[in-house]
């Protein structure tokens, strides 16, 4: 009961802040710097950009929680749950940040009932499942809103996107080209321009990607409408709507602000996590393995918490 009513508060506090944006946001555009043009006279979202919010940890409102995954733990109620191995061994670096969310109307996802219990089974297995543990691309949106930047390079009739995880990029066609041999993660995009907006129509995905870590997820069947719109010359108002019939009952939509990142000379380093990833794919393929156990394909992780000889810190707490 506690967990629903605090999200629900959440949830609508959120509609709450995102319509007092609208407002405020909408009276104050005309005060801020105007946003750049090209020499065709749109917008210029050219630089390098970054989502400030916590929709790579779950899209919906949610309190913050010591891991993705969770355990039972003394004492048998939902409260009393504790981080499962071996996110535990983590310490407070697993924690989830709480969220007032980034999905629009009442902070729902209107999923299938069959569709739901999937859901429910990604969160729960996280760790096997999750495919930005794999450094699989992230797809489209999750791109958009991960912790790291990503840099546009615009053009007339092409718009390129290049982000630091797992390399990915997508290219937005803005005029007319011929869909794509196959489906893909980052899906297929075509843009065009409505006044100051870019709107953008992506489909052909593979459906093997998750919106974000809770396990939220879609099929083959997943269309999205994006919408670019300039709020200055460091922001832009980012809108999704999602349409999978396969997976949700009718269409939804998520939204938030990104910003541009301002330190001179920004630029979007290389996070090569394919590298980073090997020994967690394929380390059970190693003559001499380095980690101490595996059961076929399965990491068997020990705990073991060392406090160091003399540990002034460890020891007053003891006292």
Known sequence: MRVSTVVTALAAFSMGAVLSFGVTGTASQDQAERPAQTPD????????????????????????????VMQEG?????????????VVALGAAAGVPGSMGVVQGDGGIPYRPEALQVKQENGANWIDRDPELKCYLPGTPRAMYMPYPFQIVQG??????NFAFSNAARIIHLDEVDLPPDYSYMGHSVGRWEGDTLVVDVTDFNGRNWFDRAG????????LTERYSPLSADAIWYEVTIDDPETFTE?????????????????????????????????????????????????????????????????????
């Open 74 to 86: 003394v004492y048998p109620y939902e409260y009393a749950r504790v981080p499962a191995a071996p």
């Open 216 to 223: 939220n997820f879609h099929s083959e069947a997943l269309q």
């Open 41 to 68: 006279g749109r917008p210029n979202f050219n630089g390098v950009w970054q989502a400030l919010n916590e929709a790579h940890w779950d899209l919906q409102a949610h309190e913050a929680l010591p891991g993705m």
């Open 156 to 161: 007339t009739n092409k718009i390129h996107m």
């Open 251 to 319: 269409p939804w939509s998520i939204a938030m602000p990104i910003y541009r990142r301002l330190e001179p000379n920004a630029t979007v380093l290389d996070y090569p996590c394919i590298e980073f990833a090997e020994e967690f794919m394929y380390g059970n393929l190693r003559r001499e393995q380095l980690v101490r156990r595996w059961e076929g394909e399965t990491i068997i992780v020990e705990i073991t918490r060392k406090i160091p000889p003399g540990d002034a810190l460890h020891e007053w707490y003891r006292r």
